[in-house]
């Protein structure tokens, strides 16, 4: 073995301690990389096998009804490859044993079988067949909601008709990989399904024959979209097209699309933050060892030992580290990703998730990681390269000592030796103080950016159903209808008070922007539902224009005041401007807000409604649900708890397992900083402190003069890094914004105390180790090598 390579073994052996902290620190980064990282890869995978298999439509439109004849002239668009005309419609079941009506969105399946686009995926049983029974094939997130098995049977209301539906099978969809209810943000499998019903069968329970009322297509490589759209709505438009749009549009694969840009941006911040506290570290390290290595260098050097030679080794020591750091986070990293996916099997619907960790992810976390540990020793690494034997062989120049400033303090004069002395060691070295600071407080700084998703949940969960949506029940009727529905409701058993509302369909476009939609009006005295300020408090809708979510109205580029061309994707399909009269801010959804009346006035419609939001007493409930599944018009009836439910099944879950994960590993962070910090301190420190041994100072005086000014520095890093911290809150919160919520950086005092606690604790670990070792010195030893 060549010395440089004993060398380097014994530099290891003897920097365990910080080398394990530092290893420690690296692997919570490559950990969170590798989750990220190897769960959008699987999420991927997955989704372009299920799309490809399975022929995932690229346009979709809806339309009232047009005849079968119509998919001719369709067919022959310039760029499509294949066109199938279907039916849809919604329906109600009762299922055995639950209270409430569920929502069902029925799709035909056509004679040939499976059909050409969105084919199903069989996990168990047929695909439904004509005849006297009603056979329908159901999604498999709603099966397993309500325990439902092939051979059970269902009570369906279809267009007021009731039938009896007999489940032949069980399956999925590229439509339903995240199956939610229209005009929902989160999932609902127990309140929502997907259901397939052969065509002749449907086309009889909607009154069909002969029609259809969907549309999907799928293009030629290279084809134009927008081209293919525009013609496609110019054929629909005399049979009440809705306006076709693209897969980018389609609710399901918007959803996965922004988890997976979500999950991008993770895979960068928090690693990241990992490395650079990895890497700071490093350079602490291996600086401390150039300057006291000084003397062996120059001896090496001497020997012959070229400059390339010897900045190797220090640079293989780097790596040495690194690896391993590198090689248990990426395990961790594996095992962790890999229950990750199973969570997401809840929420996201194939027929496999392929998950794994690839070679790339391995090589791409090797390869930042190496590079940020490079990144930062560089400046130590020069420094050992450039040495000059003769430079080296002298000692440093000791520094210059003088009375400090701090020293004629009154407060200071009054302190004892030990406590002096910290003074005088922290004003002579602010560099190291400073970086020692920074250290710390970095390691405060991810403990509470692990704890601030949590707490954001909570804001967010208080914001939206507590300050806005105050309703108990929504109510949603089948097609908008006049005012006397809502006088029927308000005299259901139970309903205390009911409002209307009215929400449509609509592109709102602003100069070269623009953006689907719906715009939400409410009564003018509302009270159940309201919107909100950016100070979160209940404002009243403007007699005239609209009110725009924050989100929204930074993506139109449009303020107060101007003018935005409204284009109603339903009805009669008007085109108007409307002026902005504000802007309200929602951390949910993204839509535009107008009082009842003007929206009646603008569409020139009668007092149409699309549903009501009602109060309720909950001991009626029951007999009200009963109630509202014997009225024809009433599509889907949905209670706020269920909404606080869903939300905290889909989005907080996510959320509290990042959550969970970031702060485990951050507690590791902290604990490797401010125990390597401690080490390091005592080992440029130790022939001082035995000296002062010597010289008579007892034990305890010799460990406060280190663990006084560790407890100092930590003092004031731990503000520093709270503070920090919420700065890395907004940074996630402005990389996970999207159109469906927004994360605000809101951090509750609880996870400041948390965060404060854990760094406390650490420090207290650290010193009680740190004051063993200080009680241990080799008197002896330390006098035998002074200068």
Not at 8 to 14: A, F, I
Not at 238 to 243: E, P, V
Not at 348 to 367: K, M, T
Request: proline share 4%; glycine share 8%.
């Amino acid at each position: 073995m060549r010395a440089l390579n004993r060398k380097l073994l014994r530099d290891l052996w003897n920097l365990r301690a910080q080398a394990i902290a530092i290893a420690l620190v690296i692997a919570g980064g490559v950990a969170t990389w590798v989750i990220s990282l190897s769960t959008i890869e699987s999420l991927q995978t997955s989704q372009r096998m299920f799309y490809q298999n399975y022929r995932f439509a690229d346009v979709f439109a809806s339309l009232e009804r047009a005849p079968r004849s119509t998919m001719a002239p369709i067919e022959q668009i310039p760029g499509v490859r294949a066109a199938e005309g279907r039916i849809r419609t919604s329906a109600t079941l009762t299922v055995s044993g639950f209270d409430e009506p569920v929502e069902a969105l029925v799709t035909s399946v056509p004679e040939s079988g499976r059909g050409e686009l969105n084919r199903l995926y069989l996990n168990a049983g047929r695909l439904p067949q004509p005849g006297s029974d009603v056979q329908v094939v159901i999604s498999e997130a709603f099966a397993e909601a309500h325990d439902l098995a092939t051979g059970d049977t269902v009570a369906g209301i279809i267009r007021g008709r009731a039938t009896r539906l007999v489940i032949t099978g069980i399956g999925l969809s590229p439509e339903f990989v995240y199956q939610i209810r229209p005009g929902s943000l989160f999932p609902d499998h127990t309140r929502y399904a997907a259901i397939w019903m052969h065509r002749q069968s449907l086309e009889q329970a909607a009154g069909m024959e002969g029609a259809f009322n969907d549309v999907v297509l799928q293009l030629e490589r290279g084809a134009n979209g927008a081209a293919v759209i525009e013609r496609l709505d110019s054929i629909l438009e005399r049979y009440g097209g809705t306006g076709a749009f693209g897969r980018d549009d389609h609710t399901s694969h918007s959803y996965l699309s922004e988890e997976m840009e979500q999950l991008e941006a993770m895979a960068w911040i928090v690693p990241l933050i990992f490395l650079g506290v990895a890497a700071f570290l490093l350079n602490i390290v291996v600086h401390r060892m150039v300057r006291m290595q000084r003397d062996q260098i120059a001896i090496l050097k001497a020997f012959g030992y070229r400059n390339g030679a010897i900045g190797l080794h220090f640079t293989g020591l780097v790596l040495l580290i690194v690896l391993l750091g590198a090689l248990p986070g990426i395990a961790l990293g594996g095992w962790l990703g890999h229950g990750l996916a199973s969570i997401y099997r809840e929420f996201f619907r194939f027929p496999e998730l392929y998950f794994h960790v690839g070679p790339a992810v391995i090589a791409s976390a090797a390869g930042v990681t190496t590079a940020a540990a490079l990144a930062g020793t560089w400046r130590a690494l020069w420094q050992a390269f450039r040495l000059m034997p003769a430079e080296a062989m002298r000692p440093e120049q000791p520094g210059r000592f003088h009375r400090s400033l701090a020293e004629r303090l009154p407060l200071v004069r009054r302190m004892d030796q030990p406590s002096r002395m910290i003074v005088r060691n922290l004003e002579r070295q602010p560099v190291k103080a400073v970086l020692a600071i920074t250290g710390i407080a970095l390691a405060a700084a991810i403990l509470v950016t692990g704890r601030f998703q949590q707490d954001t949940i909570d804001f967010m969960l208080d914001v939206q159903f507590g300050f806005a949506a105050r309703e108990d029940l929504t109510v949603t009727f089948t097609e908008p209808t006049g005012r006397r529905a809502l006088h029927e409701l308000q005299s259901l058993s139970g309903v205390i008070r009911s409002e209307p509302y009215r929400a449509v369909a609509v592109e709102l476009v602003h100069g070269h922007r623009s953006h689907k939609s719906a715009i939400q009006a409410f009564a003018a005295d509302a009270m159940l539902h309201r919107t909100l300020d950016a100070d979160l408090d209940p404002i009243s809708l403007p007699a005239s224009g609209l009110l725009l979510t924050d989100w929204l109205a930074n993506r139109l580029n449009v303020k107060p005041g101007q003018r935005l061309e409204v284009r109603v994707l339903e009805g009669n399909r008007r085109t108007t401007e409307i002026q902005v009269a504000g802007i309200v801010r929602e951390f949910v959804g993204a839509s535009g807000y107008m009082r009842l009346d003007t929206l009646n006035r603008v569409l020139f419609e009668a007092d149409s409604i699309s549903g009501a939001f009602l109060m309720t007493e909950t001991d009626q409930r029951r007999i009200l649900f009963e109630q509202l599944k014997t009225r024809p018009r009433v599509a889907t009836s949905s209670l706020r708890e269920n909404a606080i439910a869903s939300f905290t099944r889909t989005m907080g879950e996510n959320i509290r397992i990042f959550s969970l994960i970031n702060t485990l590993l951050a507690g590791v962070v902290a604990f490797g900083v401010i125990y390597n910090t401690a080490r390091l301190a005592l080992s440029e420190r130790a022939r001082e402190l035995a000296s002062l041994r010597v010289l008579g100072f007892r034990k305890g005086e010799i460990a406060w003069v280190l663990l006084g000014e560790l407890v100092l520095l930590t003092l004031v890093a731990i503000p520093l890094g709270l503070w920090i911290g919420h700065g890395f809150c907004n940074l996630i919160g402005h990389a996970m914004a999207s159109e469906f919520y927004r994360v605000p950086a809101i951090v509750h005092g609880d996870s400041y105390a948390f965060a404060t606690l854990v760094v406390v604790v650490a420090m207290l670990i650290s010193m009680l180790a740190i004051g063993r070792r200080i009680a241990r010195l080799d008197l002896v030893e330390v006098l035998k090598t002074r200068e």
